[in-house]
């Protein structure tokens, strides 16, 4: 058992994950991560799209000219590239469409009314 009573989750990968599935379908917030399989870049970003959601977006690739594109076309205000680790005090934290408008954090947080794009790169 836990020492915080139970209220843990062991961080989890799952496999195979549906595109209608609740998680591809809701902001789940916790340590789980999905993988849907695709055949195009551009079925992956329609995937990625196809939610009312947009706060944070990971992809990994190796090809540069992906990370402009894909990183451009995905709708969330945060976007990772090669890295899991996304959050810093100088980048604005936010996301868009049903996951909020504006941003707290970096000198954009002022700015309530705009929907900025963040993209973390790690080696290509």
Known sequence: RHERGGRFFQPTLLDNVAPDALMCCEETFGPVAGVTIFDTEDEAIRLANDTPFGLTAYFFTRD?????????????????????????????????????????????????????KYLAIAGL
Request: aromatic residues 8%; proline residues 2%; negative net charge.
């Open 64 to 116: 540069n000219a992906r990370v402009w594109r894909v990183g451009a076309a995905i709708e969330s205000g945060m976007v990772a590239v090669n890295t899991g680790l996304l959050s810093t005090a100088e980048a604005p934290f936010g996301g868009v469409k049903e996951s909020g408008l504006g941003r707290e954090g970096s000198r954009w947080g002022m700015d309530d009314w705009s929907e900025l």
